[in-house]
């Protein structure tokens, strides 16, 4: 019975994490073959998980190791707009190097109709969720299969 309850936490464990960075993934990709694509500035990173406050530096510093943080950027609503909105990364890095500095430039891709939607349209960002993604379909397999 022990068995059977942790395999159907690893799979719904998996089924979370896929859908969580499965759609980091893929909306970005979506969107800039469908969407607006707009450039945008990083202006900022996100202090913590939780924590709604911008700070200058790239990385911190939590528990004695360093750690990326989420960046925080800014993007005219539309081509050519004088407006702007900020928006949040919802994938950080999980490595330190490679990672974006301060007032980098960067391709914003959003859908027309939801401007409020919008992501970075990066290799880095996708690529680290799209790592996640498959390691939440490897824990899928794991508690279909029982073998790990």
Do not use: C
């Not at 694509?37 to 700070?55: C, D, H, N, Y």
């Not at 004695?64 to 925080?72: E, L, S, Y």
């Not at 690529?127 to 279909?144: E, K, P, T, Y």
Request: charged fraction near 20%; hydrophobic fraction near 45%; charge should be positive.
């Amino acid at each position: 019975m022990l068995k059977f309850i942790f395999r159907l936490l690893f799979v719904a464990l998996g089924l979370w994490i896929t859908y969580t960075f499965g759609r980091d993934a893929v909306e970005p990709v979506l969107y800039r073959l469908s969407g607006t694509t707009v450039e945008g500035r990083i202006i900022g990173f996100l202090a913590g998980r939780k924590s709604p406050s911008v700070q200058p530096e790239p990385t911190a510093i939590r528990k004695g190791r360093r750690i990326a943080r989420r960046p925080v950027f800014r993007y005219p609503t539309a081509v050519g707009a004088t407006d702007s909105l900020d928006g949040r990364s919802s994938t950080g890095g999980f490595l330190i190097f490679g990672h974006f500095d301060l007032h980098e430039q960067v391709t914003v891709v959003m859908p027309a109709e939801n401007p409020q939607n919008a992501h970075i349209f990066s290799l880095r960002l996708i690529g680290m969720a799209f790592v996640v993604a498959l390691f939440g379909l490897f824990l899928i397999w794991m508690g279909i299969t029982g073998k790990g």
